[in-house]
Nanobody, 127 residues
């Protein structure tokens, strides 16, 4: 079982920036595709971004494609999400997720491919 511990988040004004981190325990980080999801109040869980095991492939939701950056440090077993120029509709609880030993092709955007989830961290974007 991989444990994912999230840090970062908080409150930011419209147009501001935040960085989320997700630290993992165990030796499986390098074998896991990683993703970020958001759940806004009253909404379903929504895909934000994902990254392949070695970091050579990234996927973004259209809404954050030009403003967000997902990255990982396999030496530190840590995943990051840098969010810039944030908008009020990006308020919600953000979750990191891990898909251990994914097959050659996976749908990074689907929450079903992920085995383990972080505890969630609140991000509030206010005007």
């Amino acid at each position: 079982q991989v444990q994912l511990v999230q840090t970062g988040g908080g409150s930011v004004q419209v147009g501001g920036s935040l960085r989320l981190s997700c630290a993992t325990s165990g030796r499986t980080f390098g074998d896991s595709a990683m993703g970020w999801f958001r759940r806004s109040l009253g909404e379903e869980r929504e895909f934000v971004a994902a990254i392949s095991r070695n970091g050579d492939h990234t996927v973004y939701a259209e809404s954050g494609k030009e403003r967000f950056a997902i990255s990982r440090d396999n030496d530190k077993n840590t995943l990051y999400l840098q969010m810039n120029s944030q908008k009020p509709e990006e308020t919600g609880v953000y979750y990191c997720a891990a898909a251990l030993n994914p097959p050659g092709f996976i749908n990074y955007r689907s929450y079903r491919v992920y085995d383990n989830w972080g505890q969630g961290t609140q991000v509030t974007v206010s005007s």
